[in-house]
């Protein structure tokens, strides 16, 4: 009898591994589009390894440039390369988000980043939509005093010490440090912000912000390992194995860094304490909006702001809410930190390596005079096309990006996929198309300038930096206008130069830090030209 069972089970688990081959083989919605890896009708494992090796951006580059603009990178998925009929269609609002987004939870739930479907997330996004627009942005007075406050106060007279001191400074650290003090100044107000730029110790937490990029590869792929490893951690055995140091003693610890396996990594562990940082930050806003304090200027944030129109919305239970507005900030802080100061950081980093380049935005810089409102700072041609081209070059979130072809099916590039069929599309390709930026690998701003009317509208098309469609970037706007804040306040009173001969390179993942986190340079006052 046992045996009869068993026979069942294999043949019914083959026939369905069978029926799974095949489906995926021959597939008609796939049989005409090229695999980029000879595995990739059958296994998720080339890609998941070139994610967790550090290579996918770099190898669907290199699979698009030899097998054309739609390729196979797993059994039901799809990497798309191309604007037209490709990228316009899989971001349209038809597609929702994937899966694997939920490795992106706070406190255990989706926010506007992670969630899937497309009504919720655009009922929320129009709460928040208002404080990010570009008119908003460039007429804020509360954004212009932050700015003033953390570049001219703060930043700037740091920077007088650098330069006084001759020390090497890590840039990529220290500009998160300023945007974090700005983006929390400009959710919770001045007085409720972090300052970070002027207390090296509190600046352990941007540590902990970072370690998740470390174990991304596990958060994404696995979605729901985090929480797990939590639990294990906060059990006696977790206690057990950090007390007896036992990946030490079995000569593991080097294996599981290379593997960015989270599980003794401490990166569960980092993002509680990132959760809890947040709701003390949302806890100090609330406190300050007590009707006793009605008045004080902090009432007109984006946090008090959100709360009122989430409150009208009734959408979520009062016990709640103060959750929800945790996560939804969380969301906002770690998407505004990390990608402003990785592209400050590398544009810092391009500078100092063309003197020719900061001579130049200088002798723009010098045109503003005193008057430094948002929109003269935009309006100037050299310092919007060094940012675009730091953008293009490292863009600081490379993607995936996947979406889901909707129930009706469709057609990318002339395929047609059925409902189901992931599909993606990496900004480091996008970027890198030959046809469209010439000398894809150099760093060359006048390209922005230079061109023709023509080809300047095809490049802002193939510019993806901010994702496009429904889920594009809200914080664009508030993103250009705080970088090029900054640009303006540091290389209108210093230069920057290369500290040593170490190349600096961008890691292959979804977010584009610098390797080991790290670009270090050297500030010295401005030589007078
Ligand atoms: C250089 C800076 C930035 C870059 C390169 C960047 C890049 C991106 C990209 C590519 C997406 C689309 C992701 C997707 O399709 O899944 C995105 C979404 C998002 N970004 Fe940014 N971002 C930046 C700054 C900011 C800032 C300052 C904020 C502050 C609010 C922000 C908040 C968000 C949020 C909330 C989303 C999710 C939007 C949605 O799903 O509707 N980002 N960002």
Aim: net charge positive; hydrophobic share 40%; aromatic share 10%.
């Amino acid at each position: 009898m046992p045996h009869y069972f068993a026979t069942i089970i294999l043949v019914v688990a083959s026939g369905l591994w069978i029926a799974r081959y095949l489906r995926n083989t021959v597939s008609p919605s796939f049989s005409a589009i090229p695999n980029a890896h000879f595995t990739a009708p059958y296994s998720r494992f080339w890609l998941r390894w070139i994610k967790l090796t550090g290579r996918e951006h770099h190898a669907r580059n290199a699979a698009h440039k030899r097998l054309g603009s739609v390729i196979r990178i797993a059994p039901q998925e799809l990497s798309v390369n191309c604007i037209k009929d490709g990228v316009q269609t899989i971001y349209s609002s038809a597609f929702e988000k994937t899966i694997w987004y939920s490795g992106f939870k706070n406190y255990g739930q989706s926010f506007m980043f992670s969630m899937a479907a497309n009504k919720p997330h655009s009922e929320r996004k129009r709460m928040l939509a208002h404080v990010y627009s570009k008119t908003h942005i460039q007429n804020s007075m509360t954004l212009n005093s932050i700015l003033d406050t953390m570049l001219l106060k703060r930043f700037i007279p740091q920077m007088r010490e650098w330069a006084k001191e001759g020390c090497v400074v890590n840039v990529n650290l220290e500009n998160k440090a300023l945007f974090m003090d700005v983006i929390t100044a400009y959710l919770f107000g001045l007085e409720n912000g972090t300052n970070f730029i002027q207390n090296p110790e509190e600046k352990v937490l941007l540590r902990k912000f970072e370690s998740f990029t470390y174990g991304l590869f596990w958060a994404s792929e696995f979605p729901g390992l985090l929480v797990s490893i939590n639990r294990l951690r906060e059990s006696i055995l977790g206690d057990l194995v950090r007390y007896y140091r036992v990946t030490e003693r079995l000569g593991l610890t080097n294996l599981i860094h290379q593997l960015r396996i989270p599980v003794l990594a401490d990166t569960a562990r980092c993002y509680k304490s990132v959760e809890t940082f947040v709701l003390d930050l949302c806890q100090r806003a609330k406190d300050r909006m007590s009707p006793s304090a009605m008045g004080h200027s902090s009432h007109l944030t984006v946090y008090s702001s959100f709360r009122e129109r989430l409150e009208e919305s009734q959408t979520v239970p009062s016990d709640l809410l103060d959750v929800t507005i945790a996560g939804e900030l969380l969301d906002e802080i770690q998407a505004a930190h990390e990608p402003t100061g990785i592209t400050l950081a590398f544009l810092m980093w391009e500078l100092s390596r063309h003197p020719e380049a900061c001579a130049r935005l200088q002798r723009e810089l010098d045109t503003l005079g005193t008057v430094r409102s948002a929109q003269a700072i935009d309006n100037l041609p050299f310092t919007d096309a060094l940012l675009k081209e730091t953008m293009r070059l490292y863009p600081a979130g490379l993607g995936p990006f996947p979406r889901c072809v909707p129930e009706k099916g469709a057609v990318v590039d002339g395929f047609d996929l059925a409902p189901g069929t992931i599909v993606s599309s990496s900004a480091y390709a996008l970027h890198r198309h030959p046809g469209v930026f010439p000398e894809p690998e150099n760093w060359t701003p006048s390209r922005w300038i230079d061109a023709t009317a023509e080809r300047k509208n095809e490049m802002a098309k193939w510019f993806w930096a901010f994702g496009s469609g429904s889920r594009m970037c809200i914080g664009s706007h508030l993103a250009s206008r705080i970088i090029k804040a900054a640009l303006v306040a540091i290389y209108s009173e210093y230069d920057t130069f290369t500290a040593n001969s170490n190349k600096v390179q961008q890691i292959d993942s979804l977010i584009g830090t610098p390797v080991d986190n790290e670009i270090m340079l050297r500030v010295a006052k401005r030589a007078q030209t």
